[in-house]
């Protein structure tokens, strides 16, 4: 059975930093491209980073230079190092899996097939 489950999703001040952690069971993190997400109230899923099989790292704009994207093939684990958080990190952050990564568009969800269930971030 392909899960991922996601952790350590918390409240915290402005310019703080968390650190998030999904473990991947069914499917081993070395051969799938793995990704996290991130969905505000009201607003569309987006992508925050990923990172390839070869260990190539892709993060979104808004991701570069605060968030660290990491993960332990032999851990089976994916984790999203976040420092200098804001007001608009706010959000449920997802876990992500998938066989390819998506190229150019590899911040769409629909790029992707495996979801974790989320883990909530909130930032005062």
């Known amino acids: 059975q392909v899960q991922l489950v996601e952790s350590g999703g918390d409240s915290v001040q402005a310019g703080g930093s968390l650190r998030l952690s999904c473990a991947a069971s069914?499917?081993?993190?070395?051969?799938?491209?793995m990704g996290w997400f991130r969905q505000a109230p009201g607003k569309e899923r987006e992508g925050v980073a990923q990172?390839?099989?070869?260990?190539?790292?892709t993060y979104a704009n808004f991701a570069n230079d605060r968030f660290t994207i990491s993960k332990d093939n032999a851990k089976n684990t994916l984790d999203l190092q976040m420092s200098s958080l804001k007001l608009r990190d706010t959000a449920m952050y997802y876990c992500?899996?998938?066989?390819?990564?998506?190229?150019?568009?590899?911040?769409?969800?629909?790029?992707?097939?495996?979801w974790g269930q989320g883990t909530q971030v909130t930032v005062s």
């Open positions: 990172i390839g099989k070869d260990g190539t790292i």
């Open positions: 069914g499917l081993p993190s070395s051969t799938y491209c």
């Open positions: 992500a899996a998938n066989g390819e990564c998506g190229g150019p568009a590899w911040f769409m969800p629909f790029k992707w097939g495996v």
